[in-house]
């Protein structure tokens, strides 16, 4: 998920009660549930997309989520002991208790994760032990119900603090209705795959005016959110370069199934695709339903089916600009 609904989880948790703990409980949430992300250092030295091999993996999982937490409650504690050094520490500040600071920090850097699970990104939970992508496909990476749930309640719970009013219940009751809103999205996920057989083998697809086209094998059927309409989901089914769409909205039919694309090329061979080195084994190693495309001028392009909208797709995509596509007629 998006950084300001980790923000806005540490900041419930804090309001619900558990800043009371010891001084700098918020910032221990706040940034806690931030803190995996610092992944996001790959940037400065990777290229292209290699990014995606690295991200939400080895500071996403278990030894991470007790590394980062120590690492931060150390910071948080010291700073703590700088400021009364100084004299600059604030009065109004509750004791800093250690214990307490990891305590908040392991809770926020556990948020975390299991946030993430929830879209069809993927993330490696198991990471060093076991690489495997684990999906929840429950939420959108960016829910703006989310945000505007939790952060009315963090406003309203942190203006009723400031007047001397009881200030606990707006977030708890958010944090109770943000669990209810995720379980009901993922009610809605599991009911998208009704009209399908969760072991069937095979896609019939929508005719291509010359009759039936033959049934596609398939081992992938995922149902991705969409930004703001969280009651409908985009599906995608089919097997590694032969994904089939069925637009949000439609009625579920594998009937009503199309190609993702309309310029496909055959799946290039390993010695091909080693053509794009680092870019295309990350890619390969991220993508969960990737697929090859020919570029304007006759080359292939890998792109992955659940990130195939023209505003995100070249963010996630590898130009193989020495393997000339050769298209494929049939799946």
Known sequence: MDNLTHSLVGALIGQA??????????????????LPDVDAACFFWLEGVEHLGFRRGITHGPPALVLLPLMLAGLLYGFDRWQAKRGTRPEGRLPVSFKWLFLLSFIGCLAHPALD?????????????????FYGDTLFIVDVWL?????FATWFSLRREKRGKSWRWPAITALALALAYIGANWVITNASFVPYSINQKAVPTAENGLGARPEIPTDQMIASPLPFDPLHRELIL???????VIPAGDVPSPWKAK???????????????ATGALQSKAF???????????????????????????????RFSVALPDVQCVELTEP
């Open 238 to 244: 089919g097997r590694r370069n032969h994904y089939f």
């Open 284 to 314: 390969l190693f991220w993508s969960r339903a990737p697929f090859a495309e020919r570029a304007p001028d006759g080359s292939v392009i890998l792109r992955d089916a659940r990130f195939y909208d023209p505003r995100a797709r070249d």
């Open 17 to 34: 009660g558990l800043k009371r703990k010891t001084g700098l409980a918020m910032p221990a949430l706040i940034i806690g549930a931030n």
């Open 259 to 273: 190609p993702i694309t309309d310029a496909p090329c055959i799946w290039p061979s390993d010695a091909q695709l």
């Open 147 to 151: 945000w505007a749930l939790m952060g």
């Open 117 to 133: 699970w929830l879209n069809v990104y993927g993330i490696r939970l198991l990471e060093p032990f076991s690489s495997r992508w």
